[in-house]
């Protein structure tokens, strides 16, 4: 069956780099983008990025440019995200998730996230 | 700075309809598809709703979508017990030029 899976829980020191990981399985990694999410306690969504596991591109939201970096390895199907320079308010749930958008005419149109990762817990204290 | 607003939470008995409203703007809403997520307490979201009012497959039809204009709305009829949870609209935002959530509205079911 189509799934994904992170990597277990961190735990970090502020200034300090996380790097999570998100295996797919069930389908073709490289067909879909992967989008990253992240959800601080007792808050809403909130959308980090994306990468194109075909060729590699990104598209990072403006508020983590700087700061964060998304890969993959095709050879294992997995996504990587690298948040660096923590703080205590980065401490959230981390998704991975996968694109359920469609090329129509040579455009692309967004229709959501339809599988998600289990989530990663990233806590962020001195 | 883009922002989708719902209402912070809904309630209904078993059995009701209850309808959740999410207000946007012409950056987002009003130019792109609206999409619904359901978080169950202590789960990944999951999609309920894409393309205004496109449901994935194995999303029981008592869930339906619509939008107008710069606002969307999720409506939940023959509500159930298993329907407690956190609910988020989202949109593609040209603005971000990425996905925006919403501020999430929590549904009880008394």
């Known amino acids: 069956q189509v799934q994904l899976v992170q990597s277990g829980a961190e735990v970090k020191k502020p200034g300090a780099s996380v790097k999570v990981s998100c295996k797919a399985s069930g389908y073709t990694f490289t067909g879909y983008y992967m989008h990253w999410v992240r959800q601080a306690p007792g808050q809403g969504l909130e959308w980090m990025g994306w990468i194109n596991p075909n060729s590699g591109g990104t598209n990072y939201a403006q508020k983590f440019q700087g700061r964060v970096t998304m890969t993959r390895d095709t050879s294992i199907s997995t996504a990587y995200m690298e948040l660096s320079r923590l703080r205590s308010d980065d401490t959230a749930v981390y998704y991975c998730?996968?694109?359920?958008?469609?090329?129509?005419?040579?455009?692309?149109?967004?229709?959501?996230?339809?599988?998600w990762g289990q989530g990663t817990t990233v806590t962020v204290s001195s | 700075q883009s922002v989708l607003t719902q209402p912070p939470s809904a309630s209904g008995t078993p059995g009701q309809r209850v309808t959740i409203s999410c207000s946007g703007s012409?950056?987002?809403?009003?130019?792109?598809?609206v999409n619904w997520y359901q978080q169950l307490p202590g789960t990944a979201p999951k999609l309920l709703i894409y393309?205004?009012?496109q449901r994935p497959s194995g999303v029981p039809d008592r869930f339906s979508g619509s939008k107008s204009g710069t606002s969307a709305s999720l409506a939940i009829s023959g509500l159930q017990s298993e329907d407690e949870a956190d609910y988020y609209c989202?949109?593609?935002?040209?603005?971000?030029?990425?996905?925006?959530f919403g501020t999430g509205t929590k549904v009880t079911v008394l």
């Open positions: 393309s205004n009012n």
């Open positions: 012409s950056s987002n809403i009003g130019s792109n598809t």
């Open positions: 998730a996968r694109d359920h958008g469609d090329y129509v005419g040579g455009n692309y149109y967004y229709y959501g996230m339809d599988v």
């Open positions: 989202a949109a593609w935002d040209d603005s971000l030029n990425g996905p925006f």
